[in-house]
């Protein structure tokens, strides 16, 4: 079964490493698209590194930035192309820990879909209102 993790940018360049290496942790099988907004501060060039060192990295570089909701837009597109059958988006800001992704796969044996939340945690983004 194909699986894909989604992972939207801008100007991401201090978290994407240390997402896809604790993506590669888990020892799962997964792809990863990158859909990255115009970053200016270097994403779009660590992205093609990894793309050409993991076969399993890819990317879509948009011209300016269109938002996280037409990211996905394009990211589901785009999987349902290439025929994907599991899509799992994560932020690459840190807030998504690939830790739970094993979790995640085995909700799925059982349910159509799993949605989980972040959020729980009350004044966990002190800046959000």
């Keep these: 079964m194909k699986k894909l993790i989604i992972v939207p940018t801008l100007n991401e360049k201090k978290n994407i490493l240390h997402l896809y290496n604790k993506i590669n942790k888990t020892n799962m099988n997964f792809d990863i698209l990158f859909i990255d907004d115009d970053s ?3 994403s779009q060039e660590i992205i093609k590194k990894l793309a050409k060192k993991n076969k399993k990295v890819r990317y ?3 011209p300016k930035k269109m938002g996280i909701g037409s990211a996905h837009k394009e990211a589901f597109k785009w999987a ?3 025929k ?5 988006s994560i932020d690459a800001d840190g807030t998504h820990d690939p830790k739970y992704l094993k979790l995640f796969i085995n ?5 159509d879909i799993v949605i989980s939340n972040r959020f729980t945690k009350s004044n966990l983004l002190k800046d959000w209102p």
Excluded: A, P, S
């Design 107 to 111: 909700k799925l044996k059982n349910n």
């Design 84 to 88: 994907y059958q599991i899509l799992i």
């Design 40 to 42: 200016i501060d270097g």
């Design 60 to 62: 879509i570089f948009r």
């Design 80 to 82: 349902y192309k290439k």
